[in-house]
């Protein structure tokens, strides 16, 4: 490589951070620097405020299960409507960014940034809830579900299923399972792993 060349790179710029695919400085212009948003984590996923980095909003990711999609978007639909790249309440002028993929899991991966705490309530109240691990990942056998799991299937368990099962009770892990078809063999497996501590 020559000189120039190194030494152009020794002092060009390092990535930004995103979030969505947008930089800090940019949801600064969309959200602001409002008041943090006083809003419980939902029990799987992960969240972020973005209060650190000087916006007023929240970060969300959610997994849920396909069939779960038209409920998301009669939430949605219910206090937004569209404007541009995001979302716009009817009421209050509160923002939403949307992501949604289905490339993940066998479900619809949710990724949204929103200084709307009617949102996030109203999301936490449906409490929806990850697919099962038959679902996400269907040539996995219920006795393979041990261990310490690795790539996919760790990330999987780690951010969405186990804090999501070990949030629920008695009645609520058996709607899921029932919801989903779950064998004898799955229930057993997954009730044993995620025993409360």
Known sequence: MP????????FRPGPQEQVL???IEQLK?????????DVPAPCSGFTLDLMERGVGARYWQILLDASDG?????????????????????????????????????????RLVTDSEALLV?????????????????EFEARWWVGNMQGGQAYYEDLYLAP??????????????????ASDAW???????????
């Open 21 to 23: 695919g947008y930089s």
């Open 70 to 110: 038209a409920r998301l978007w009669s939430l949605i639909d219910q206090g937004f409507e569209q404007d541009g790249e995001g979302y716009c309440s009817r009421e209050g002028g509160k923002r939403l960014l949307l992501k949604i993929s289905d490339r993940e899991f066998n479900a619809l991966t949710v």
């Open 122 to 138: 109203a999301l936490n109240e449906v409490g929806f809830a990850p697919p099962p691990p038959w679902v996400a990942f269907p």
């Open 3 to 10: 000189f120039l060349a190194r030494l152009r790179r020794l």
């Open 164 to 181: 999501w099962f070990k949030a629920q009770g008695a009645e609520g892990r058996k709607a899921w399972f029932d919801r989903f078809e």
């Open 29 to 37: 212009t969309q959200f602001g620097g409002k008041a943090s948003l």
């Open 187 to 197: 229930r057993q497996q997954l009730e044993e792993r995620y025993q409360p501590d």
